[in-house]
């Protein structure tokens, strides 16, 4: 079993579409949870760090439930600037910052 | 204030090669961390880098080894190539905890051939 899993996609929507994504993660020990956003041949960036109580940055949204060991990133009004591959993160039980990266969600936005 | 600078950006090598990719870490930052990205596949730790020292490693063979200098800066190299090893190879640098986040840097695409 994967450390962290999501599925890959894609997830084709249109504009202005709401568009969820959902990840699992194994270690019951993990600190620190990420979402991350990669476009084509370029380096992820962070998108925003993932709390139990919920957190919202603009039209995005993640969720954290730790009993689960489930995370999920909800986009709203999806623009054409959102098509990119979005990584669930998740840092290790030890406190050294070492990054367990999912597979990836690729998300297409379409006018 | 520069980021986490990576050269060289692209690479060909050839099978049995040895190759050196190098990474300087975002200014303030100290501890280096290196990542191998397989297409459509998300990055995948290889070892990370804390004064001077290996602190954490991934599964990867002993054929991937790294360094890290007095400046932070740090150098990964893997010895005896295969067409597998072809990837985006990534640096990112952090606090000694990460808490206050990690920055990668561009990355290194490497060919093997």
């Known amino acids: 079993r994967k450390e962290v899993e999501q599925d890959p996609g894609p997830f084709n929507v249109p504009e202005g579409a709401t568009v969820a994504f959902n990840c699992t993660y194994s270690n019951s020990a993990s600190q620190s949870f990420f979402w991350y956003r990669q476009d084509c041949r370029k380096e992820p960036k962070l998108l925003m760090s993932?709390?139990?109580s919920g957190n919202e940055d603009g039209r995005f949204t993640a969720q954290l439930n730790r009993a689960s060991q489930y995370i999920s990133l909800l986009i709203r009004d999806s623009k054409l600037s959102d098509s990119a591959t979005y990584l669930c993160v998740v840092s290790g039980s030890s406190n050294t910052g070492k990054l367990i990266f999912g597979q990836g969600t690729t998300l297409q936005v379409k006018p | 204030d520069a980021g986490v600078t990576q050269s060289p950006t692209h690479l060909i090598k050839t099978r049995g090669q040895q190759v050196t990719l190098r990474c300087s870490p975002k200014s303030g930052h100290d501890t280096v961390s290196w990542y191998q990205q397989a297409l459509g596949q998300g990055p995948q730790f290889i070892f990370q880098y804390y004064e001077e020292e290996e602190r954490q490693r991934g599964n990867f063979p002993d054929r991937f080894s790294g360094h890290q200098f007095p400046n932070y800066s740090s150098e990964l190299n893997v010895n005896a190539l295969l067409l597998g090893d072809s990837a985006l190879y990534l640096c990112?640098?952090?606090?000694?905890?990460?808490?206050?986040?990690?920055?990668f840097g561009s990355g290194t695409r490497l060919t093997v051939v």
């Open positions: 993932v709390y139990s």
């Open positions: 990112a640098s952090s606090g000694p905890t990460g808490d206050n986040g990690y920055t």
